[in-house]
């Protein structure tokens, strides 16, 4: 692809994926499907005006992409938001876990398409997307609710469950032959996440000292240098660049400088982050779509009723109203980045072609039904007291004429 032609892949890419974000955001849309479909809209599979004709020709620009959506992630972890939350908290995100990535494990395997296909499914069924979470949360007004902080509580610890499942999951999507060459791999993947780790723990002074310029430009240039590099170096120690970037985000969110990264940050992760949904959509093959579309469906029927249970389960633990519980369940209902990232990892590792788009349809689905069910969750709520109430209600006409 020569420079005239690629910058106009770009541009035509950016501006795709504003316009369509922009008129679905008028009816309540998160933006990452709408990244996705403009994508698909304006790859190669479908009719009409093809950007790209490979979407590999821009993997550097999806790289960076995913670099800065992880790096973001790992900014906004915080051990001790964590340790404040104490035991429920702890339980709650736990069984959010037990539940979501169980139920993933076992539509992986009915689905027969292969163990680490299995793997890969159940994390992406397993993981809500933090950052449409995060959204919907500020655009409902809801950021103050006390279940808005349980909600914010069960986030962080699935980016905790996502570093260790990366971690996990590398030596699968490497093709580890035998056992050995696994707990070496993962050996590996978990000395690197315990040094960040430790360094993000103990060595917020040194961070803040060497990112401690005044000025924003210079600041900038070495964050953005420092996130790449930890993402180049854990994808060179067979780990995964989304584990070094999440973790590189972790370590300088405990230094001083993290509010001015964090302010500093956002334009590039949006910016770059829509270039990495739109090149995801890009790849979508609506052929292969239509040969996954039960299984989509039997996933997102399985989400929603393990997201109603999980949050009744944490509503509880916390002395929280079934409102409480149905709000929770619906505002971790969305998948998002994460999925995606699981699904590239699983092409790029020459899975079963079958995951990519049954990820992409599944993301695109929830993502959608997602906010609108958190918009209309009183009406749900009341419906669900209805259906409860129901069989009470026919039977005590029967159990009055027994005793008549």
Not at 100 to 120: P, R
Not at 371 to 392: F, G, I
Request: some cysteine; hydrophobic content about 55%.
């Amino acid at each position: 692809m020569h420079t005239g032609h690629a910058l106009l892949a770009v541009g035509g890419a950016f501006l795709a994926a504003g316009v369509l974000a922009r008129a679905g955001a008028r009816i309540g849309l998160p933006t990452i499907p709408l990244f996705m479909l403009a994508g698909f809209i304006f790859g190669p599979n479908t009719p009409g005006l093809s950007l790209v004709h490979d979407p590999g020709e821009l993997s550097v620009l999806a790289g960076l992409g995913l670099v800065f959506l992880l790096f973001y992630l790992g900014l906004e972890f915080s051990l001790d938001d964590l340790a404040r939350g104490g035991r429920k908290l702890v339980l709650s995100g736990l069984v959010y876990l037990a539940l979501n990535i169980g139920g993933g494990i076992a539509l992986g395997f009915l689905l027969g398409w292969g163990t680490s296909e299995a793997l890969v499914i159940a994390g992406a069924i397993g993981i809500s997307s933090s950052a449409i979470v995060t959204k919907l949360l500020v655009e409902t007004g809801r950021m103050r609710r006390p279940e808005s902080r349980l909600v914010m509580g069960i986030i962080v610890i699935e980016d905790l469950f996502l570093a260790l499942y990366l971690a996990l999951l590398q030596p699968v999507l490497s093709g580890a032959g035998s056992l050995w060459p696994a707990l070496a791999d993962f050996g590996k993947a978990l000395g690197f996440l315990l040094a960040l780790a430790a360094m993000a723990r103990w060595g917020g002074r040194v961070v803040s000292k060497l990112f401690g310029s005044a000025d924003d430009e210079l600041l900038t240039v070495c964050f953005v240098g420092v996130a790449v590099l930890g993402a180049a170096i854990a994808e060179e120690l067979g780990v995964s660049d989304a584990i070094g970037a999440f973790m590189v985000g972790m370590m300088l969110g405990g230094s001083k400088v993290a509010p001015r990264i964090h302010k500093l940050v956002l334009p590039l992760r949006d910016a770059f982050g829509a270039l990495f949904f739109f090149i995801f959509g890009l790849s979508i093959d609506p052929g292969a779509v239509g040969t996954v579309v039960v299984p989509v469906l039997i996933a997102v029927a399985l989400t929603i009723v393990l997201n109603f249970a999980a949050g009744a389960v944490a509503a509880k633990l916390h002395s929280f109203d079934g409102q409480a519980g149905v709000d929770i369940g619906l505002t971790v209902l969305t998948r998002g980045e994460f999925s995606l990232v699981l699904a590239t990892l699983a092409t790029a590792a020459g899975l079963d072609p079958r995951v990519a788009p049954f990820v992409a349809g599944y993301v695109l689905l929830l993502a959608i039904i997602g906010p609108l069910a958190v918009l209309r969750s009183e009406n749900l709520a009341r419906l669900l007291r209805v259906a409860r109430a129901s069989p009470a209600s026919r039977t005590t006409p029967d159990r009055q004429s027994e005793r008549a």
